[in-house]
């Protein structure tokens, strides 16, 4: 698997992870019955960890991009015949 594979399932997991934290927060609403404050809680704590994970999926994300400029000493060819950077392994 290449880095840019990677990164595309990463950003693919942060906004389906951002996509359901939205539904669940509107949730809360449609479900503020009788012991709507013991479902807020709920939903408020479940949003939180919704949330610790999207910012660990970004900072995962964020030390595999990199600042490489691809200079043309670090580009080369794999076997599929597909360039890539030998610097930081992204394709070209």
């Known amino acids: 698997m290449t880095i840019q594979k990677t990164i595309n399932i990463l950003d693919y997991l942060i906004t389906n992870r951002i996509e359901r934290k939205t539904d669940f927060l ?3 609403h449609s479900w503020n019955q009788k012991d709507g404050q013991i479902l807020k809680d709920i939903i408020l704590m479940i949003s939180g960890c919704m949330q610790d994970e999207i910012n660990s999926l970004q900072v995962v994300r964020k030390q ?11 580009r080369d060819i794999d076997p599929d015949g597909k360039p890539y950077c030998v610097g930081c392994n992204l394709d070209l």
């Open 26 to 28: 509107d949730a809360k």
């Open 64 to 74: 595999l991009v990199s600042d490489c400029k691809h200079p043309k000493k670090f």
